[in-house]
C-alpha cells in the first residue's frame, strides 16, 4: 500500500496536536502493536539534516515532542509537538514523512506530505 499524501499547516508558537488512524483503504484498522513510530520534518527532501526529528514516547514521561500510540485504540497514534519547537521553526514550507517499524524490523511509510508553517505574530 503506497502512503498516504496529507498536507497540513503547523502554527508557529502554539502546541501542535494531530491524531493519526492506520486502516486500510477500505476502512479497516491495522493495529500499531509491536511497533515504533517516527517522522522527521525537511526544509526540502534533499536537505542533509531535518528541521525536527519526532519519535515515539517511551512511557516514562512524555516528552513534549513525541508520537504516543494509544493503548486503548490500537490503530491510533497522536503527534504531539510543542510551542517551543514550533517556535523555533523558521521554514515556510517543508516536507514531511511518517513510518512505523515492527519488531522485525520492516519499515512502512504510512504519510508524507507538505507541511506549511503559519507565521506567530504575536511572541515572548
Not at 519499515?107 to 511572541?123: A, H, P
Amino acid at each position: 500500500m503506497a502512503a498516504g499524501i496529507y498536507n497540513f499547516t503547523i502554527e508557529q508558537g502554539t502546541t501542535f496536536k494531530r491524531t493519526f488512524k492506520y486502516k486500510t483503504s477500505t476502512g479497516t484498522a491495522i493495529s500499531l502493536e509491536d511497533h515504533a513510530v517516527r517522522m522527521q520534518i525537511r526544509k526540502t527532501v534533499e536537505s542533509s539534516s531535518p528541521e525536527l526529528t519526532v519519535t515515539e514516547s517511551d512511557g516514562n514521561g512524555t516528552p513534549a515532542t513525541s508520537f504516543n500510540v494509544s493503548t486503548t485504540v490500537p490503530n491510533e497514534f497522536e503527534l504531539t509537538i510543542s510551542k517551543e519547537d514550533t517556535s523555533a521553526m523558521s521554514f515556510n514550507t517543508a516536507v514531511y514523512d511518517i513510518e512505523i517499524q515492527d519488531a522485525s524490523g520492516v519499515v512502512t511509510r504510512l504519510l508524507q506530505g507538505k507541511i506549511k508553517l503559519s507565521k506567530e505574530v504575536t511572541r515572548d
